[in-house]
């Protein structure tokens, strides 16, 4: 069975649980966009591991890795994953394959989304400054692009990094006033990737085909979340790819008609990092009370998550986009011992109510929400191994979303460890 995985929120929804448990049963995992700015937290045993590039199945020693053409590639986060895997006994030989037509971050682009965010005084966008943006422009701009294959022909890649750096030192001075940068240090860095990864490098759209026709199990892992999605989200406060399953055929040439499963993954409340509208957000002692219990800092930047209640009109809307099946509830331990839990059911925008997600930022940050209110629960949940077993008020919870938002709620996440999920038919 190929299985696509999708954040439905913001981001950070625990997707990387979900995979790694998921991965158990695939034979191949393939990240499909995104890149180092997109974080995913896998707990095996006391074992942490904190994955930014790598798909999650990397825990699992025997599934192949697939880092598709959608994904912008950091060579050298990438290399300090491979090594902290390899620390912990887990060797990506053999099982990595990275899509030669995947575009590469390189320190320019880094220090052009710096420049440009800081720039932006209040405007800000909240980047995470990982040259995610200037990297894909670059991809869309094409003739200032380097891709993966590039890495394996040093002398054009020396002669096309001399007229890019220019370019960009032209650029970076005219509008920031800042210092060049030294064209042949960023090839020595390169030079020493491709001597690392070109025994990955491969066209992993042909693999996947053939992966297909030999009716291998696929597990399809998106990135960050369908509420960042550069054409559907919250602009232009979102990220630089799509986010939701609609990166799936752009990001690594297979259709979604091949997905047999879109299993979408949600918080069982909300969270966001950096700037935009958040309708629930609860700037208050509740929302600093899930953030201390969820342990809601950012895996890739270590910044707070703003927190608030479910937001089921966004949920019902991404879930709609993304085609989705079935639904991963995570964090469901985390509320408890809050006395009473609000899902937001409709907006109320302008004096008039909607049940639909707006994509006009401005509009969206106008959005009152309209609130249904259950009881909460104090019990632990962390120790719960069936659903039969959770308490009522869970239950109920659990039925509530699964009625705003239309889609059946088939996984619950109780706790951090890959074995605390707990299944229903």
Request: hydrophobic residues 40%; aromatic residues 8%.
């Amino acid at each position: 069975m190929n299985c696509c995985v999708a954040g439905l929120q913001w981001g950070d929804e625990g997707k990387g649980k979900v995979v790694d448990i998921l991965a158990e049963k695939s034979d191949i995992v393939v990240r499909y966009g995104g890149g180092a700015n997109a974080g995913h937290t896998v707990i095996i045993d006391d074992n942490r591991f904190a994955l930014h590039l790598m798909p999650s199945g990397a825990v699992r020693p025997g599934t192949v890795c697939v880092i598709a053409n959608g994904v912008v590639v950091d060579p050298g986060v990438l290399l300090e994953e491979i090594d902290g895997l390899a620390e912990k006994g887990i060797s990506m030989e053999g099982r990595l394959l990275i899509s030669e037509n995947a575009h590469v971050v390189l320190d320019y682009h880094k220090r052009e989304d710096r420049l440009r965010e800081e720039s932006l005084g209040k405007h800000k966008i909240g980047t995470t400054a990982r040259g995610i943006g200037p990297c894909y422009a670059d991809k869309v701009g094409r003739c200032y692009a380097v891709r993966m294959a590039d890495l394996r022909n040093p002398a054009a890649l020396r002669e096309k990094l001399e007229d890019i750096v220019a370019y960009k030192n032209k650029l970076f001075a005219a509008l920031y006033n800042a210092a060049p940068m030294d064209a042949g240090e960023i090839f020595e860095t390169c030079c020493r990737w491709s001597e690392a990864l070109s025994g990955h490098i491969v066209n992993t759209t042909e693999y996947l085909f053939s992966a297909l026709d030999a009716k291998k199990n696929i597990l399809f892992e998106g990135a960050q979340g369908a509420l960042l999605d550069l054409d559907h989200g919250t602009f232009p406060y979102v990220t630089s790819s799509n986010a939701s399953t609609l990166g799936l055929g752009p990001g690594c040439g297979v259709s979604a008609t091949a997905v047999d499963v879109f299993l979408g993954v949600v918080k069982a409340y909300t969270t966001r990092v950096g700037a935009g509208p958040f309708p629930t957000e609860q700037d208050n002692e509740i929302g600093q009370w899930i953030r201390d219990r969820g342990h809601e800092y950012g895996t890739t930047t270590g910044r707070p998550r703003r927190c608030g209640w479910f937001d089921a009109v966004a949920v019902r809307f991404t879930a709609r986009l993304g085609g989705i099946h079935q639904i991963a509830m995570m964090h469901l331990d985390t509320l408890a011992g809050l006395k009473e839990l609000k899902i937001c059911r409709t907006y109320r925008i302008d004096g008039k109510e909607t049940t639909f997600f707006p994509g006009d930022a401005g509009r969206l940050s106008r959005a009152e929400c309209v609130y249904e209110t259950v009881a909460g629960w104090s019990e632990d949940l962390t120790r719960i191994e069936r659903y039969a077993d959770l308490p009522d008020a869970v239950k109920t919870y659990v039925a509530m979303v699964e009625r705003l938002v239309g889609v059946p709620v088939t996984l619950l996440g109780v706790g951090p460890k890959r074995t605390q999920i707990i299944y229903r038919d």
